[in-house]
């Protein structure tokens, strides 16, 4: 599957819509179980800036008006999920030569039981834009004019065939297909496919041992750099205590050409310990031996009434693509943990995540770091704390997150990042604080910290912001928004300050 940048965007979209569309059809087996929703709306912004290009020695006060017309769509029966939010926007420049543009944002996701149970196919896609280089200049919005940031679009289908081998064991056999492409860009495009088995034992696995064998292989191909190969078996124990605890331990072999030119074999061996001492909380913890590189990870969640608490720390191999911008849990993720209690049907529960967020002005996507392109492999640790408290009027969410990425693999010359550097760290703060002047009107207050390094002194760049806003439903289905925004962002190339003010409006139908 090969796509060109130039489509990609729209290839992905295409997609997407017609996974829904499909999906989307009534189920008779599902009648009276089935749920959809499809809401429609218009979106019309009004920016007011003092440095469109965010550059202080070509400032350039522009208004930029955007007109984005979109839609969400939600369905879920017995045996089809799909969730779906796409907007195109179209930007236009006043009191500038700045050329008119459009911009595309997709977040599609969508499962379908196809054979009853045996067959079932995973779909996921998204478009949306990128920081290029984790030391180009960040910030402001997407209405603003950033050579640093492009559209990338990324496409993953993975069909799956699960069943039992007598009354021995079960079985998964899963392929995966992924496409990464970035807009006008040599950087970021990445092809990947996978396959994967995995046999679980039927006994011991309420209480007492049981067994497991895993293999898999996974290619990853790039235009500017080397495709790599990465294959591994191994066979695995799981004992389960108590019905709060599981622990398992594996062993096996792999090769890989990750961290070098050619294949290199070598062993591979982990532990895994999960703990659920309440419905309320989840602690997972692994670590995995590699030849390229220990991979590990370590999560704690625990939600009450009114709050919701993650920790996490993890390393793992990433494929060529966008590094370091996807794997954080946001606001949105965090209100949908906080409400488990709440609101346990997932549609509904979305319903009411979607109203909050909305109420308190919160933004869905919480401010962190940028991440970045890359044409080549990395071993990337992530480590990121996030909260989450509404009250009654008030609301704050804050989140801290820190990723280091390391090339794997040979120095080559492929225009991104890590040829330049053998290591880039990137750090982020935020923190968000709403207040609901009425049942229909609220302010929020965001303040966030960034911060990129590499191993040059010229690689270290970071972002200081702070953006206020007032939200109001002036209806039913039509709310507004009044925003100011101040960045400053400090860099030895191009270092820039920006001020800008934004009016929406948002009308659904």
Excluded at 192 to 218: C, E, I, K, N, P
């Amino acid at each position: 599957m090969r796509l060109s940048r130039s489509g990609a965007s729209h290839a992905v979209l295409l997609s997407a819509l017609a996974c829904a569309a499909a999906q989307a059809q009534p189920d008779a087996n599902a009648a009276g179980s089935q749920s959809f929703s499809l809401v429609p709306r218009l979106s019309a912004t009004v920016l007011l800036t003092d440095n469109l290009r965010l550059n202080d020695a070509a400032k350039d006060r522009a208004v930029v008006t955007t007109l984005a017309p979109g839609l969400s769509l939600s369905l879920r029966s017995a045996h089809v999920r799909a969730a779906l939010d796409y907007s195109l926007t179209g930007l236009s420049h006043l009191k500038s030569d700045q050329k008119n543009q459009t911009q595309n944002a997709l977040n599609a996701t969508g499962y379908a039981d196809l054979l009853d149970r045996w067959l079932s196919v995973d779909a996921r896609a998204q478009i949306g834009q990128q920081a290029i280089s984790a030391f180009g200049a960040i910030g402001g919005s997407n209405a603003l004019s950033n050579l640093n940031r492009t559209e990338t679009a990324l496409i993953n289908v993975s069909p799956a065939a699960r069943g039992r081998l007598l009354d021995l064991a079960s079985y998964e056999l899963r392929g995966t297909l992924s496409e990464v492409r970035a807009k006008n860009s040599l950087v970021g495009d990445a092809s990947g496919r996978a396959l994967s088995l995995r046999v679980d034992g039927l006994r011991g696995t309420q209480r007492g041992v049981s067994w497991y064998l895993r293999s898999q292989t996974m290619r990853n191909d790039t235009k500017q750099a080397r495709s790599t190969t990465t294959s591994s078996s191994l066979a695995g124990l799981r004992w389960r205590p108590d019905i709060d605890w599981l622990l398992s331990a594996s062993a096996g072999g792999e090769r890989s050409d990750l961290a070098s030119s050619s294949q290199t074999s070598g062993v591979t061996y982990g532990l895994d310990a999960t703990w659920t001492p309440s419905p309320r909380t989840n602690v997972l913890a692994s670590w995995q031996h590699h030849s390229f590189g220990d991979s590990h990870n370590f999560s704690f969640e625990h939600r009450m009434s009114r709050s919701a608490l993650r920790m996490s720390d993890a390393t793992s191999s990433s494929a060529p693509g966008a590094i370091g911008a996807t794997g954080r849990m946001n606001n949105y993720d965090l209100l949908f943990l906080q409400f488990a209690s709440i609101q346990p049907d997932p549609v509904k529960r979305d319903e009411l995540v979607k109203a909050t967020l909305q109420a308190y002005g919160i933004a869905a996507d919480a401010v962190a770091s940028p991440g970045f392109l890359s044409n080549t492999a990395t071993l990337t640790r992530r480590q990121e704390a996030a909260l989450s408290w509404t009250g009654l009027r008030l609301a704050l969410t804050a989140a801290v997150s820190q990723t280091r990425s390391h090339r794997l693999g040979p120095q080559q010359g492929t225009g991104d990042d890590l040829s330049h550097t053998d290591l880039v760290r990137q750090q982020s703060i935020s923190m968000g604080l709403s207040y609901r002047l009425t049942q229909d009107m609220s302010l929020a207050l965001n303040g966030a910290y960034q911060r990129s390094r590499g191993d040059l002194p010229t690689q270290s760049t970071s972002l200081k912001s702070l953006v206020a806003n007032w939200n109001a439903r002036l209806g039913r289905l039509s709310t507004a928004q009044v925003g100011l925004r101040h960045s400053r962002f400090y860099s030895l190339t191009q270092p820039y300050r920006e001020n800008a003010l934004t009016v929406t409006l948002v009308q659904q139908f």
